[in-house]
Nanobody
């Protein structure tokens, strides 16, 4: 099992932008893709975005669609999530995980996760 390290979170004002990074150490060829989920205070887990390592499959959650772009750098074993026009409701801890399955939007399909990175959007 590999190790995921997230970075890029922080405090940003509304309508600002952030780029989250998800670096995988010890990645194997069996891993199909990576996904981002988030958990806001007092709320449940929410799917944000996911991508296959080939880059050919990408998904976005409804709440970030049109404001986010996910990409992959296979040479660096890193996935990036560019988020723009941030809103206070985007405030959450963002977690990145790895899956060997095609079910990129399903939290239960993921094999291991990073520690999370905090994103705080002020109004």
């Amino acid at each position: 099992q590999g190790q995921v390290v997230e970075s890029g979170g922080g405090l940003v004002q509304a309508v600002g932008s952030l780029r989250l990074s998800c670096a995988v150490r010890g990645r194997t060829s069996k891993e199909y893709g990576m996904g981002w989920f988030r958990r806001a205070p007092g709320k449940g887990r929410e799917f944000v975005s996911a991508i296959s390592w080939s880059g050919g499959v990408r998904y976005y959650g409804d709440s970030v669609k049109g404001r986010s772009a996910i990409s992959v750098d296979n040479a660096e074993n890193t996935v990036y999530l560019q988020m723009t026009n941030l809103k206070p409701e985007d405030t959450a801890v963002y977690y990145c995980g790895s899956t060997r399955t095609l079910y990129l939007k399903s939290y239960q399909a993921y094999d291991y996760w990073g520690q999370g990175t905090q994103v705080t959007v002020s109004s």
